[in-house]
């Protein structure tokens, strides 16, 4: 069976981006692939996080996968840190990445914007890290949002420039997939391209009712159009790109129409984004409280999951360093 591999930062809650751009997939992608999902907490070290908060947040986003649908039967679920075969994969490949290319994938140039004083080596080689997470396992397709495009377009060039390098056919070139007809990207509802943590425009899985109902109320609008079918500015076709995730196509259409008709009533879509929101999230959110509270199952399937997916990268280890040219007794 194809291998699948993809992970999420362990930063906080998991949000209708995660939800929507990755988890989803992971849970539709468990019945046919081989699949390994982790929790990608060197990843986070980025920020510098205090540790009682990268334990947390682990904690929670294992209760989060397991609450969305991933199946410790089914998926391997690990922790990225107890797989420590991937350091050594990543030191290779970056003996191999070079600094420019490094420089312009778009991440590392945001995220230095937004800590100028915290441009650590561990964002500028964020790639190489995420392309060994995958290549360790040798994985084909990896289930991420649109937004990383980019950084699977490096972790491709990781795998050709070590195999043409080497001169062997060793790692494939994993693609990026999503269960939906193509790529998605989950806007913020304060108009902004892009709904993450960081950007503070979340909706959390963890979020009640009311809460949601509130974060779509203050959604960002525009006046009613006066002209018929206007093209629409960027907070409304969030909105729109909102209903046509969450909601039935034809609640999608009767928008459409108002809008097209200058007729459109923004406190009515609200209203039923809000409804139908509450009934995508409502169950994840009371199981996640559920398995929040069983610790002892938690730490099983961290267990379980990490002797897996050591399993696996200590088996792509031994050949990549026999490749490398490294002897036997190094091992
Ligand atoms: P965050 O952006 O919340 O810090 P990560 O960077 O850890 O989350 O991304 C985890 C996964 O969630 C990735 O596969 C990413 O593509 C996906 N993702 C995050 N935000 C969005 C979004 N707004 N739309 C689509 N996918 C997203």
Same mark, same amino acid.
């Given at each position: ?8 930062? %362990? &930063? ?9 751009? !990755? =988890? @989803?997939?992971? /849970? ?98 964020? %790639? &190489? ?9 040798? !994985? =084909? @397709?990896?289930? /991420? ?44 509802l304060d108009g902004s391209g892009k709904m993450g943590k960081s950007d503070g425009n979340c909706i959390y899985l963890c979020d009640d009712d009311a809460t949601i109902t509130n974060k779509v109320k203050k959604a960002l609008t525009v006046s009613t159009p006066t002209e018929p079918n206007s093209e629409k500015p960027e ?83 031994r050949e990549v360093r026999e490749i490398v040219g490294f002897s036997p007794t190094q091992r």
């Amino acid at each position: 069976m194809e291998k699948v591999v993809s992970g999420i930062r %362990p &930063t906080g809650n998991l949000h209708l981006g995660n939800y929507f751009g !990755a =988890v @989803k997939s992971f /849970v539709k992608m468990q019945d046919d692939y081989d699949c390994m999902f982790f929790i990608a907490d060197w990843h986070s070290l980025t920020t510098q996080p205090k540790p009682e908060d990268i334990r947390r947040s682990v904690k929670t986003i294992l209760a989060e996968y397991l609450a969305c649908g991933i199946d410790p039967e089914k998926a391997v679920i690990y922790i990225q840190s107890d797989v420590r075969e991937t350091l050594e994969l990543y030191l290779y490949l970056n003996m191999n990445a070079y600094l420019g290319e490094l420089g312009r994938v778009t991440t590392f140039k945001e995220k230095a914007r937004q800590q100028p004083n915290n441009v650590n080596a561990g964002l500028f080689t964020y %790639p &190489t890290l995420m392309a060994a997470d995958v290549l360790q396992h040798r !994985a =084909v @397709k990896v289930p /991420v949002g649109k937004d990383q495009q980019q950084n699977m377009e490096m972790m491709r060039k990781c795998a050709r420039r070590f195999n043409n390098i080497y001169n062997v056919e060793y790692f494939p070139e994993p693609q990026d997939f999503t269960y939906a007809a193509q790529a998605v990207k989950i806007p913020g509802l304060d108009g902004s391209g892009k709904m993450g943590k960081s950007d503070g425009n979340c909706i959390y899985l963890c979020d009640d009712d009311a809460t949601i109902t509130n974060k779509v109320k203050k959604a960002l609008t525009v006046s009613t159009p006066t002209e018929p079918n206007s093209e629409k500015p960027e907070c409304i076709q969030n909105l729109f790109t909102f209903l046509d995730i969450c909601s039935s196509p034809e609640v999608k259409a009767f928008f459409e129409e108002q809008w097209n008709n200058c007729a459109i009533r923004f406190g009515d879509l609200k209203k039923q984004l809000a409804e139908d929101l509450c009934r995508i999230i409502g169950p994840i959110r009371e199981r996640i409280q559920q398995f929040s509270s069983d610790d002892a199952l938690l730490e099983r399937i961290a267990r379980d999951g990490a002797e897996r997916a050591r399993a696996s990268a200590a088996q792509t280890l031994r050949e990549v360093r026999e490749i490398v040219g490294f002897s036997p007794t190094q091992r």
